[in-house]
């Protein structure tokens, strides 16, 4: 006789529903948000906001590209410690042995790796989003130049996801404390120095996906590559790694379909990228270098003053605080030999200039992509021509007289310092009686220092004066 033995309902194992895994995914989820080690990236992201925004925006104007470029800037530090972030804290949980809190759940090692994944990817992209909010506020209402490049701004979110899933993938294979060097260094290891040593490859390089995008309004080179490439590029590798971390948890035929589906992704978005045929440039050369001796037509002038200054119509709100500055540093030599008669200021015309010796002109381009700090490229650029094609100090290209007279001058628009590899500084700079001089010619008044330049412009322009010349 068989004996029968029945398990009553109420004790009857159940498989879990779908609905009861996702809500409970939905759960561990909303705890990894709060303690899976995402919101350690908010001082970091708003470090580097602040250091970016401090060094990416021109005073005075906003320019949709500067403002692009800006919010591109900023994913790169972003993917870099999304990586180690997540690398840290996958690898924390093993340490400690988080996972014995799940042991008797319905949760499997996979949906542990993707809630930790997506966790700090949603912090990474809520970060990226709350820096381009603001300013794509900003832009809309202030911009003077420019749409947004929408597709320089996207093509950034697949890759902050790559960086997630492949952070918490090494975390949990390497249970160490140096998981997240370990992390970063693989990361470039596997898809940025592959793709950089080679022009033709450079734009898979996952942190410079958009390297052909300037932030300038003059000459600004059109998308070479196709945004859904970009794309598919993108989120093929970061559902690569997704994969590769569930197969690794849990080996089942739809899992390695989904592997193959991310890998043709991948591959058909490099095949779009590489077909455009694009070679990133190891140095920008704006082809709006001229040698003319004029601002382009259509700029915005003022002649009000001694020297005339231009504008690119981007840059029209600047023109007359920029007016006031060149002529300010210049007023004490304007309509001497050699000193500038008109000066075209924008970003990506590329510097130029010329003097015409028969008439006296003389002409500067100032290309504002170097730098936007527009005080300093004046002072550091409209050094009278004459200073710098005449012979000074027995060929020299720094004269110490010369730096005196033109450091004091700048002074009087609020600029106290040189780049360390201006190449007008002489070596004797720092000696305190080079800084004495300086300070007894700043000290002038510029009717004082008119009459005194006035009276030694040919000498000083031929590099003959010492200090004991200057008053």
């Known amino acids: 006789m068989t004996m029968r033995m029945s398990i009553p309902i109420e004790e009857r194992a159940s498989a879990p529903s779908i609905s009861g895994l996702a809500h409970a995914w939905v759960r561990l989820l909303r705890i990894d948000l709060k303690r899976g080690g995402g919101i350690w990236l908010l001082p970091i992201a708003t470090l580097f906001a602040f250091i970016i925004v401090r060094d990416g925006l021109t005073a005075g104007v906003a ?5 692009t470029g800006v919010i591109a800037v900023l994913a790169q530090p972003l993917i870099i410690f999304t990586v180690a972030i997540s690398a840290l804290f996958a690898g924390r949980e093993y340490r400690q042995q988080t996972g ?21 990817f949603f912090w990474a992209l809520g970060l990226y989003v709350a820096f381009a909010g603001p300013l794509l506020v900003y832009g809309a209402a202030f911009a003077t130049w420019g749409p947004p490049e929408w597709g320089v701004i996207i093509a950034q979110i697949p890759i902050l996801a790559l960086a997630a899933a492949f952070g918490v993938l090494v975390g949990r294979l390497i249970h160490d404390r140096t998981a997240p060097a370990i992390a970063i260094a693989l990361f470039l290891l596997l898809f940025t120095i592959p793709f950089a040593a080679n022009a033709s490859t450079r734009p898979l390089n996952v942190l410079v996906l958009n390297g052909w995008f300037e932030p300038i309004v003059e000459n600004a080179p059109e998308r070479p590559i196709s945004l859904l490439a970009q794309l598919a590029w993108g989120v093929g590798l970061a559902g690569f790694v997704v994969c590769l971390g569930i197969l690794l948890e849990r080996r089942t035929a739809l899992r390695s379909l989904m592997t193959i589906a991310c890998i043709a992704l991948a591959v058909a978005g490099a095949a779009g990228i590489l077909d455009s045929g694009y070679r990133h440039p190891t140095v920008f050369m704006s082809p709006a270098s001229r040698m003319n001796m004029e601002s382009p037509a259509g700029s915005i002038c003022d002649a009000s003053d001694a020297v005339e200054v231009c504008v690119h119509p981007a840059f029209e709100r600047l023109l007359p605080d920029v007016a006031e500055s060149v002529n300010a540093y210049l007023a004490p030599v304007a309509g001497f030999n050699g000193a500038y008669n008109e000066v075209y200021i924008s970003s990506g015309n590329g510097h130029s200039g010329g003097w015409e010796h028969e008439d006296g002109r003389a002409f500067s381009s100032i290309d504002l992509s170097v730098g936007n700090d527009v005080d300093a490229l004046i002072a550091r650029d409209l050094w009278p021509m004459s200073f710098m094609m005449a012979p000074t100090d027995e060929g020299s290209m720094a004269d110490t007289a010369q730096y005196v007279v033109m450091t004091a001058l700048a002074r009087q628009i609020g600029v106290d310092d040189w780049p360390d590899h201006f190449h007008r500084i002489p070596e004797d700079a720092d000696d305190p009686a080079v800084q004495s001089a300086i300070d007894r010619f700043a000290a002038l008044s510029p009717e004082e220092q008119r009459f005194w330049l006035e009276a030694n412009w040919n000498d000083l322009s031929q590099g003959t004066l010492t200090l004991e010349d200057l008053p």
């Open 63 to 67: 320019l949709w590209p500067e403002i």
């Open 100 to 120: 014995e809190l799940t042991f008797g759940t319905a949760m499997s090692g996979w949906q542990r790796y993707l809630s930790l994944a997506a966790s700090v």
